[in-house]
């Protein structure tokens, strides 16, 4: 794979899972967490219309990492049942830290584009900076993915960037 942020010893060492955070505020001058919190206030809205209707959610947080985004997520909600994924065990591990004061989190090690999560098991997906790292036919087999396990009629909330070195610009202009 890319590397594309430079973290220490890659995505797949306990080191890297520790330095993330301070890794990533700094590239983005102490702006990554604000950025990350961008789908909150859709998310938020949504998760009320549904309770609203006297529906319970589950959603899985897709590339969670250190759990950053989806701690936002349970600081709001804290009973909402969230699943998180990563395909580091490592990262992982750092995500449980954070989340393991939320009862109704569960933890997923898998590749985001074979997960071997149930169909229709989730009522909205939540991804935070993931795509830019994918190559291209590995996105569209992560959202065919996504499109197995969401119930018909269901969310995805989803950010992500284009940065410089990163992703081609005329790609992004043209929505691929």
């Not at 959603?59 to 969670?64: G, H, K, S």
């Not at 969230?82 to 750092?94: I, T």
């Amino acid at each position: 794979p890319q590397i594309f942020h430079y973290p220490t010893d890659g995505w797949l060492s306990a080191k890297s899972a520790r330095l993330y955070d301070y890794q990533v505020e700094s590239l983005f001058i102490g702006t990554a967490d604000a950025m990350r919190r961008q789908v909150l206030p859709f998310f938020t809205k949504w998760v009320k219309d549904v309770r609203s209707e006297g529906v319970e959610p589950k959603v899985l947080d897709v590339a969670t990492g250190t759990g950053r985004f989806a701690s936002f997520i349970m600081d709001n909600f804290r009973s909402l049942h969230l699943d998180v994924l990563d395909l580091s065990p490592f990262y992982l591990a750092e995500a449980k830290k954070i989340l393991e004061k939320y009862d109704s989190v569960g933890y997923v090690e898998a590749a985001a584009e074979t997960t071997e999560l149930a169909d229709a098991s989730y009522a909205a997906i939540t991804c935070v900076y993931l795509f830019h790292e994918l190559p291209r036919e590995v996105r569209k087999a992560v959202l065919a993915e996504w499109m197995r396990v969401l119930k018909p009629g269901g969310k995805i909330f989803f950010v992500d960037s284009a940065q410089e070195g990163e992703v081609p610009y005329e790609r992004v202009l043209e929505g691929c």
